[in-house]
């Protein structure tokens, strides 16, 4: 039986996934200051890639896609164990 076959019975369990582009820390004044308009300042360039998080956990990282008007993530990398 292979490792799929085994938790099959998991299959419907849902996880919440999560795309981070970037985190930064703010102070409330600058938050405050926000307004239609206003842009954040991110640590991370344009191009590089995006962690992906699976359970609150890193386990990979992808790029953003646009797919029509949609965005989505591809993945180009998976975490593997230590």
């Known amino acids: 039986m292979t490792a799929l076959e085994e938790?099959?019975?998991l299959s419907n369990v849902p996880i919440d996934v999560e795309v981070e582009l970037?985190?930064?820390?703010?102070t409330v004044?600058?938050?405050l200051a926000l307004e239609?308009?206003?842009v954040?300042?991110?640590i991370r360039?344009?191009?590089e890639n995006i962690d992906l998080l699976?359970?609150?956990t890193v386990a990979g990282s992808g790029e953003i896609v646009?797919?029509?008007e949609n965005f989505g993530v591809r993945i180009t990398d998976f975490v593997e164990e230590a």
């Open 7 to 9: 938790i099959a019975h």
């Open 22 to 26: 970037d985190h930064r820390q703010m």
């Open 29 to 31: 004044r600058e938050i």
């Open 36 to 38: 239609n308009g206003s």
């Open 40 to 42: 954040i300042k991110m």
């Open 45 to 47: 360039s344009a191009g």
């Open 54 to 56: 699976i359970g609150g």
């Open 66 to 68: 646009i797919i029509e």
